[in-house]
């Protein structure tokens, strides 16, 4: 069924004194929440903790599901497009017939068709979400670090798809969308000073650097389970990425639809040109939580960051990205 949102299995959930738990985690300033906590490795705002325990713990992956994971701000909504596009294009065609064509991405966020296991599926801490409602293959999403996965994600054969984007141009994205839906309460978050937290690792689901690392660790010693793919090449060569893309999800292109120029098709329709200018994507809201869906929306391009990094701060990054990536084979090239 698509769209459509898992109905819901009544069940309490163990809970413990989350104030508690809390004070017992690492502490920092947070970016659209007062604080941040150090969980599990990484950075959480208080309200994630629980809906990732309960994802960790309640949710068994499928040897067909497929999971989309990122670093914020780095692409997820497009790739949840291409996607859904490519797994289900013998479903819902991506090309005109008489000029128009119906597909569920022209009506609805790319969020409701792939939804995130610790924003959506499992937000409520109170139920549990009826996986049975979603189409196989099963597409799901999360922001998690590879090693804060359920278990059962890596140990069936279930594939993830990666995909990150240059530091730079990440902080630059992901400072503007959380200023956007930071409370008024807690005033702005100035530049300089998510900057100093960035370059320090705390941000939500950071260090993204570790996080970057995890991921990639696992596409070299298991390239069958995790394809990692970088924002910056996707924008550069779309058309042999999405060929990778569908070949590793399981639904390769066949020469005929290649021919056929479905593959351009694809990327068309989930070009972030298309989807920002779609009504759903201007005055829709809740894809992720109740916030605008404009807002996952701003420019979609690279080498934005010039026009916000000064020199002092390009060094700065430049020099943290040199030390924690040294050794591992992972650049990033910069626009």
């Not at 920092?28 to 809906?51: V, Y």
């Not at 893309?245 to 005929?256: D, I, R």
């Not at 404009?294 to 002092?312: A, C, H, I, M, Q």
């Amino acid at each position: 069924m698509y769209p459509g949102k898992p109905k819901k299995q009544k069940e309490t959930l163990p809970k413990e004194s989350d104030d508690e738990f809390l004070s017992s985690l690492p502490k920092e300033k947070g970016w659209r929440t007062p604080s941040l906590f150090l969980f599990q490795g990484f950075w959480c705002q208080p309200k994630e903790i629980r809906s990732i325990i309960s994802t960790q713990k309640h949710f068994i992956a499928q040897d067909t599901d497929l999971i989309l994971a990122t670093i914020p701000k780095s692409g997820t909504t497009w790739l949840e497009a291409l996607m859904f596009a490519i797994v289900n294009r013998n479903k819902f065609s991506v090309q005109h017939n008489n000029n128009h064509i119906q597909h569920p991405l022209l009506t609805h966020n790319p969020h409701e068709l792939v939804p995130f296991l610790e924003y959506k599926l499992y937000a409520d801490s109170n139920s549990l979400p009826d996986l049975t409602m979603l189409p196989s293959p099963r597409l799901v999403a999360t922001h998690v670090p590879f090693g804060a996965l359920p278990d059962s994600s890596k140990t069936s054969r279930c594939k993830i798809v990666y995909i990150c984007r240059n530091p730079f141009d990440t902080f630059v994205s992901i400072w503007h969308y959380l200023e956007k839906i930071r409370p008024e309460s807690l005033g702005p978050l100035p530049l300089e000073e998510a900057f100093d937290l960035y370059c320090r690792g705390i941000i939500g689901f950071g260090p993204y650097w570790d996080h970057m690392l995890g991921y990639w660790k696992e596409s070299i010693e298991k390239p069958n389970k995790v394809l990692f793919l970088k924002y910056e090449d996707m924008k550069v060569d779309a058309c042999n990425q999405l060929k990778k893309l569908g070949e590793f999800l399981g639904f390769p292109f066949t020469e005929e639809e290649e021919k056929g120029g479905i593959i351009e098709d694809i990327s068309s329709l989930c070009s972030f040109k298309n989807m920002k200018e779609l009504e759903v994507n201007k005055k829709g809201k809740g894809a992720i939580s109740d916030y605008e869906n404009k807002d996952l929306f701003r420019k979609g391009e690279t080498g934005d960051w010039v026009n916000y990094l000064t020199p002092s701060m390009f060094e700065r990054l430049s020099n943290v990205m040199e030390e924690k990536l040294r050794g591992s084979g992972l650049t990033f090239t910069l626009c």
